[in-house]
């Protein structure tokens, strides 16, 4: 198989961990026989500094013409702490998804059961736990019209959704649940929000058409609640663009570290694979930053983009073997974890490829 991928680096530890997702690539097109060619592009702060926006033009092209994008991270705490710059990193982010049409983004949260003491929730609440979220990308209030009053006193987003855009990714997080225990659960606030009744209102007709899924359909808040309380419950979660935002990030703690969790965002041309931490800067640079968010979202794209599924499973499988042997990062050792066993970001890597070889 050939294949065109483009590596976003982005900001922070984005560097760090992406060259730890394209080494297992490169492992793997070696032990298959696979021929993955590279590009790589700018985006957020990165290219804001280099040519003033955060997404240039030239980084659109690639990312057309390219069959898959692993990217890295955005954010700087420079814009952080000053909300009035007009021009931000996040804003690269946004743009790149709605001119791909990357309207779901998929995130898994499978928890390894080596890491069930590395979550601050108690191990018989988390084993087993198999959740696989659906989160609407390019509508909601990151998208709506945004204004902002002349006296800078009063500001509002629009929350925004047309049935269409509820109908395609409700079907693709229906047919994904068909294949594996057959529940979703559609998380609203339908009780408060007109954008929320829509949703319910399509997911609702979607529902009809499969069956063969048990459908339950919740509050945001009582979702967030359950999610900690009794996380085994879920498995399809199904969302719009905001809670699926907060949701995953809670969700993270399940996995014991953001730095666990691989993400895909897909539509009906090319994926786009990333870890969904942040630029982490205060890290940046350290060799601290955990690369396993990024080589999961890797043999995602190995998966989801290219079909490659024995792929996929032998970078998964190397990832858990090294688990299984005891080594960790920082950020998700635990007490009795050896100093001798805790890795920086290149040690990591390289264990992880180590592993990948056949």
Same mark, same amino acid.
């Given at each position: 198989m050939t294949k065109n991928i483009l590596v976003i680096p982005g900001d922070g530890i984005g560097a760090e961990v992406t060259t730890w997702g394209k080494a297992v690539l490169e492992q793997i097109a070696a032990d298959f026989g696979h021929e993955f060619s590279y590009e790589e592009a700018l985006m957020g702060h990165v290219a804001i500094e280099a040519t003033g926006t955060p997404l240039p033009d030239e980084t659109l092209e690639k990312a057309k013409r390219s069959d898959a994008i692993l990217f890295g991270a955005v954010g700087h705490a420079k814009y952080d702490n000053d909300p009035?710059?007009?021009?931000?990193?996040?804003? &690269?982010?946004?743009?790149?998804?709605?001119?791909?049409?990357?309207?779901?983004?998929?995130r898994p949260i499978l928890l390894f059961d080596e890491l069930l003491g590395a979550s601050s929730l108690k191990p018989e609440i988390l084993k087993g736990t198999d959740i696989l979220f659906f989160r609407e990308l390019t509508g909601d209030v990151y998208f709506g019209e945004k204004n902002r009053s002349e006296d800078r006193n009063t500001a509002s987003d629009l929350m925004i959704y047309h049935?269409? !855009?509820?109908?395609?990714?409700?079907?693709?997080?229906?047919?994904?649940?068909?294949?594996?225990?057959?529940?979703?659960?559609?998380v609203d606030k339908a009780n408060v929000l007109e954008a929320s009744r829509l949703w319910r209102e399509v997911v609702q007709e979607i529902?009809?058409?499969?069956?063969?899924?048990?459908t339950e359909h919740m509050f945001i808040d009582n %979702?967030? =609640?359950?999610?900690?309380?009794?996380?085994?419950?879920?498995?399809?979660?199904?969302?719009?663009?905001?809670?699926?935002?907060?949701?995953?990030? !809670?969700?993270?703690?399940?996995?014991?570290?953001?730095? =666990?969790?691989?993400?895909?965002?897909?539509?009906? &041309?090319? &994926?786009?694979?990333?870890?969904?931490?942040?630029?982490?800067?205060?890290?940046?640079?350290?060799?601290?930053?955990?690369?396993?968010?990024?080589?999961?979202? %890797?043999?995602?794209?190995?998966?989801?983009?290219? &079909?490659?599924?024995?792929? %996929?499973?032998?970078?998964?499988?190397?990832?858990?073997?090294?688990?299984k042997l005891g080594f960790r990062t920082s950020d998700i050792a635990g007490n009795g974890t050896d100093p001798s066993d805790i890795l920086g970001t290149n040690e990591m890597g390289n264990k992880i490829v180590e592993l990948v070889k056949r």
């Amino acid at each position: 198989m050939t294949k065109n991928i483009l590596v976003i680096p982005g900001d922070g530890i984005g560097a760090e961990v992406t060259t730890w997702g394209k080494a297992v690539l490169e492992q793997i097109a070696a032990d298959f026989g696979h021929e993955f060619s590279y590009e790589e592009a700018l985006m957020g702060h990165v290219a804001i500094e280099a040519t003033g926006t955060p997404l240039p033009d030239e980084t659109l092209e690639k990312a057309k013409r390219s069959d898959a994008i692993l990217f890295g991270a955005v954010g700087h705490a420079k814009y952080d702490n000053d909300p009035t710059l007009k021009v931000r990193p996040e804003q &690269g982010l946004l743009k790149i998804r709605k001119e791909l049409g990357l309207y779901a983004n998929l995130r898994p949260i499978l928890l390894f059961d080596e890491l069930l003491g590395a979550s601050s929730l108690k191990p018989e609440i988390l084993k087993g736990t198999d959740i696989l979220f659906f989160r609407e990308l390019t509508g909601d209030v990151y998208f709506g019209e945004k204004n902002r009053s002349e006296d800078r006193n009063t500001a509002s987003d629009l929350m925004i959704y047309h049935r269409y !855009e509820v109908e395609r990714i409700a079907r693709k997080a229906y047919e994904a649940a068909r294949v594996r225990r057959k529940k979703l659960c559609s998380v609203d606030k339908a009780n408060v929000l007109e954008a929320s009744r829509l949703w319910r209102e399509v997911v609702q007709e979607i529902a009809k058409e499969y069956p063969d899924v048990e459908t339950e359909h919740m509050f945001i808040d009582n %979702a967030a =609640m359950q999610l900690v309380k009794n996380p085994g419950k879920f498995d399809v979660v199904l969302t719009a663009n905001l809670f699926g935002d907060i949701l995953t990030d !809670e969700a993270s703690q399940i996995a014991g570290s953001m730095g =666990m969790l691989a993400s895909a965002s897909v539509g009906d &041309g090319t &994926g786009f694979f990333e870890p969904i931490h942040g630029s982490a800067h205060d890290i940046a640079g350290q060799n601290k930053a955990n690369p396993l968010a990024s080589i999961l979202s %890797a043999a995602l794209m190995l998966e989801i983009a290219f &079909g490659l599924k024995e792929e %996929a499973k032998q970078v998964t499988d190397a990832v858990d073997k090294a688990l299984k042997l005891g080594f960790r990062t920082s950020d998700i050792a635990g007490n009795g974890t050896d100093p001798s066993d805790i890795l920086g970001t290149n040690e990591m890597g390289n264990k992880i490829v180590e592993l990948v070889k056949r």
